[in-house]
């Protein structure tokens, strides 16, 4: 029953961190190139434009909800276990994610790319 | 900065969160927002003008850092599988760095192509829409 509440909890923080994610990727697309807009019309555009988008709120309110969701996640299982999972599964989440909804194009580098990165991460936090 | 200055305050529970405001006038906890904040600033910049599966596993790299710091300057121990750890995630980052960093036009490209135009600039290796 504790590996269940533990491995729910690990979803939940997973679920949330990439919807988070893809929020805020969504949002700064819709911002436009911040480096660009910085020249053109200056840092108060930039704040007024990432302020005024719907998405980065929404994307900032998943991550906190990722964030309490993992010192739950934390209370129920092993940091051992919590926080090389939960960090290496996103890495994979996000693949699919970014591939579904921001219609991303993750190729066979991409995807190498982000299982390296999964299994490493899992190896350090672990 | 954020655990070490956690650890000058004392724990804070639920019964005492003006503790929690107070955490922030200790100088490790300010430091430790404001890098915080700074990553936050630039994975956003990041985000846009590159994917996400572009900016997420580059982040990554944070972790070798991290271990990389812990080895040199804190002599700490590093385990072989953390070595391997390193070296996974040093690979992937490479794999992905080789590889264009957009792979989709800005959404915005329709309604401004001065800003479409200057975003392709600011990225090198984007690849458009019409390429794909």
């Known amino acids: 029953m504790k590996h269940l509440y533990t491995w729910s909890g690990i979803l939940v923080v997973v679920f949330f961190s990439v919807v988070g994610d893809n929020l805020i990727a969504r949002a700064m697309k819709q911002v436009g190139d911040v480096h660009a807009l910085l020249k053109r019309s200056g840092v108060w555009t930039v704040i007024g434009r990432v302020l005024s988008n719907a998405n980065f709120f929404l994307g900032v309110a998943a991550m906190a909800l990722s964030f309490f969701s993992l010192l739950f996640a934390l209370s129920w299982g092993d940091v051992s276990l919590v926080a090389p999972a939960a960090a290496s599964l996103t890495f994979i989440a996000n693949a699919f994610a970014a591939k579904v909804f921001l219609h991303e194009k993750v190729d066979r580098r991409r995807w190498t790319a982000a299982l390296l990165v999964a299994g490493g991460v899992a190896l350090l936090a672990g | ?132």
Request: no cysteine; glycine share 12%.
């Open chain 2, 1 to 132: 900065m954020l655990s070490h200055g956690m650890k000058q305050v004392g724990s804070v529970s639920l019964h005492r969160l003006p503790g929690l405001i107070l955490a922030i006038t200790n100088p490790w906890v300010a430091i430790g927002i404001v890098l915080l904040l700074g990553f936050f600033a630039s994975y956003m910049n990041a985000l846009s003008w590159a994917d996400l599966t572009y900016v997420l596993p580059a982040t990554s790299l944070g972790y070798v850092l991290l271990a990389l710091v812990a080895r040199f300057v804190l002599h700490e121990q590093v385990s072989p599988l953390r070595w391997l750890g390193i070296a996974l995630i040093s690979g992937g980052v490479g794999f992905v760095a080789g590889g264009p960093a957009l792979t989709h036009p800005h959404e915005e490209s329709s309604e401004d192509p001065r800003l479409a135009n200057a975003a392709r600039g600011g990225a090198p290796q984007a690849v458009t829409g019409a390429e794909r």
